[in-house]
């Protein structure tokens, strides 16, 4: 009950946060010049293909994951849904893809991520259609790649699971929007693409740090929900991506 409670206090401070037109943080629609937006869609649609590759995989193998598969996209859809106010008059906002990525693995999070960000633009215009190739590319490529492996290697290490389950969501969050900045710099380099990336990624800086440290948190909970309630589901998930999981289904 105390766990579900502070997740309850989590997705409270969230919503009372969450203006109701705030500019947010990832690209909007037409922003990005055209080379820059082909530039993205191109390195992001062979992640996106992999991942679908996957998700096939993955579920015709063992369609008892179908539910946990979907409970990993809602939490993504909720957190990156909840946009906190910056101070520069911007918006920060949590992405959730840590907790899919160390259940599915990351390429199967690229195309959860890019489901979400397409709705999110459609439904709540968050991001834009033009740029979600570049948005995808940062949230759903980036970001669950950094959280996998740091999850990776700190298991290796030696580290707790709540440390390791803790530095994936951060991580992501993090290196989602230091991304984020980083396309942004390069796009528009004014004073050099070094000066151009600190600008924008102080713009994000004084939110986002805390909002990752909530994150995290929040994700160390609700992955211990899921041992206490479905354990089974995840050991069978952790075998399967060390490739010794049960034939039994």
Known sequence: MKKLFF???FFVYFALNSPNDASAMHIMEGFLPL????????????FFVWGLIQIKRVTNENPHLKLMLGMAGAFVFVLSALKIPSVTGSSSHPTGVGLGSVLFGPQVMTVLGTLVLFFQALLLAHGG???LGANTFSMAVVGPFVGYYSYKLLIKLGNKQSIAIFSAAFLSNITTYLFTSFQLALAFPTGGIAAAFIKFISIFAVTQLPLAIVEGLLTVL???WLVAYNSKDIL???NLKSGVASSEK
């Open 222 to 224: 609700v992955w211990n």
């Open 236 to 238: 069978f998930l952790q």
């Open 35 to 46: 080379g820059w937006t082909l530039f993205w869609w191109g390195l992001f649609i062979p």
């Open 7 to 9: 997740i309850g206090l």
């Open 129 to 131: 259609l033009t740029t």
